[in-house]
């Protein structure tokens, strides 16, 4: 489905093998994927998708749904009033102010196929690019946690749908 000057559409393998080789930057590096999540990737369950740009471009990938949550987190309230949410850019195009763009392609796919009330997401809080660009789409803090593996503080964001 094409969404902005996005595609959003379920992953592939092809594209699944791609997104498991980038490597962030430090601090970054904590998300970098492994051809062992190779299989997480293609699990229909977790609701993976790749995204392209209008020239028909892989730019990243999404999750929506539980594969998009950090144990230790507050998902005590979820589907289908609240829509997890994971986005991943490739590394070469972050830092560059294509996030918001690119995000809300991704929510905007999310309310058109699951109608949530609320989006969710979770993110570290080194990340201060990610934070700002969900605080500029409307995200709010709702909740605090350090992740067990690796003492990793995170916040939840939440906002509400489309009407």
Known sequence: MAVA???IVPITRE???KI?????NPPYGVYDLTPEDLNGL??????YHHVLDD???????????TDAQVPGGDYSCGEPEVL???VGLVPDLTGQGLGGK?????????????RPELFRVTVADFNQRSMNTFRKLGFEETHYFVRELGQLPFTQLERKAYE
């Open 5 to 7: 000057d996005y595609q």
């Open 15 to 17: 594209m699944a093998e």
């Open 20 to 24: 498991v080789t980038w490597n962030y």
């Open 42 to 47: 293609l699990n229909p369950d977790f609701r």
């Open 55 to 65: 020239q028909g471009e892989l730019v990243g990938y999404c999750c929506y749904g």
């Open 84 to 86: 997890d949410v994971g």
């Open 102 to 114: 690119f995000v809300e392609a991704i929510l905007e796919y999310g309310w058109r196929v699951y």
